[in-house]
């Protein structure tokens, strides 16, 4: 079964630092992979997907994501945090060979905190 | 706007009483979804249906209930049976068509539930 690790539940940065933001997923196959935001008592936002057209995504708010097969990672990253990132971040993989494309698997989700 | 629609956005529950929780959809999407979120789990499935009148248990069906009679609405029904059920809980769907695995799913901005 696939699973998605999320290292370090809480992170805090200075505004104006980078932000990363790990991800580490267990698949058979290269999945499909997401970065959604969730500000409180809200639904979660989409950032950026993989979908095996470009291993460096783009996302809104200035994030980006690189995803590594070696490394099993889809890292998310800001080069700047600003005080608006402030929030909680999930990580998501869906396998397209299980059928359960259907399915999202999430992490645990970390918590940013962006510190002046 | 497209979007899902949840509601209430807050919902206190008896003991021994059932209660609804109403998610409606404008996006056109096949697919549609619930989750429950606890602090530090992530988000767990509780249901998802593919097509209307069709619909599949997630990780944690137990003492919750579902019905897809239009393709619009999913409702969510959370039973007496269900002994632990103050959570977050989060509606998404899902375009259904070109490789349903890479297309990302859109949340509501989900019910809180809460026991009297």
Avoid at chain 2, 26 to 53: C, E, F, K
Wanted: glycine fraction near 10%.
């Amino acid at each position: 079964a696939q699973s998605v690790t999320q290292l370090g539940s809480h992170v805090s940065v200075s505004e104006g630092a980078l932000v990363l933001l790990r991800c580490n997923y267990s698949s058979s196959v290269p999945p499909y992979l997401f970065w959604y935001v969730q500000y409180p008592n809200q639904g979660l936002q989409l950032l950026l997907k993989y979908t095996s057209a470009a291993t460096l995504v783009k996302g809104i708010n200035g994030f980006e994501a690189e995803f590594k097969k070696s490394e099993t990672s889809f890292h998310l990253t800001k080069p700047s945090a600003h005080m608006s990132d402030a929030a909680e971040y999930f990580c998501a993989v869906s396998d397209p060979l299980t059928g359960g494309g259907n399915k999202l698997t999430f992490g645990t989700g970390t918590q940013l905190k962006v510190e002046l | 706007d497209g979007g899902i629609t949840q509601s209430p956005k807050y919902l206190f529950r008896k003991e021994g009483q059932n209660v609804t929780l109403s998610c409606e959809q404008n996006l056109n999407h096949d697919a549609m979804y619930w989750y429950r979120q606890d602090p530090g789990q992530g988000l767990r499935l509780i249901y998802y249906s593919q097509i209307v009148n069709d619909f599949q248990k997630g990780d944690i069906a137990e003492g919750y209930s579902v019905s897809r009679e239009k393709k619009e609405s999913f409702p969510l029904t959370v039973t007496s049976a269900q002994k632990n059920p103050t959570a977050f809980y989060l509606c998404a769907s899902r375009a259904g068509t070109g490789g349903i695995e890479s297309q990302p799913q859109h949340f509501g901005d989900g019910t809180r539930l809460s026991i009297l």
